[in-house]
């Protein structure tokens, strides 16, 4: 067996996540998604383009500390859809996870319409139905095609 060995590529974790499988060239912006840019002091490893069986080039994203929420998941889906989550504690696999392509995503997106109510300081979380396309504003029917983690809310 001549495998190559890619987990030497990124080092292994005590405690955290690891976001497998990840489309390659997206690993950036999985990072905006989890509002990680290092400023927390949190150990991150990142392996863009890494070979792999499945996708044939895949990203790798390694977070120290950190397991994601539910809707961090949901939007990580829409970018990266064969990525896998593997929760890390003492060095161990303990859970591991396929992302599933949600039918909406709430309260995680901010609607681009300046018109929709979700804009106008009512307390309404904003919903999105999950297309093919895009993801559908449920309240004015907006959808964002492209560049989906430029909505994220902050
Ligand atoms: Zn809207």
Redesign the pocket.
Known sequence: MTQPDTELRVSKIENGTVIDHVTAGEALRVLAILGIDGTEGETVSVGINVPSDRLGRKDVVKVEGMELSQDEVDVLSLIAPDATINIIREYEVIEKSRVDRPESVVGVLT?P?TN????AGEPVN?HFDVLDTGVQ?R????IIRENITDHIET
């Open positions: 609607c319409n929709c109510i979700t804009n904003t504003c309240y004015c029917e907006t």
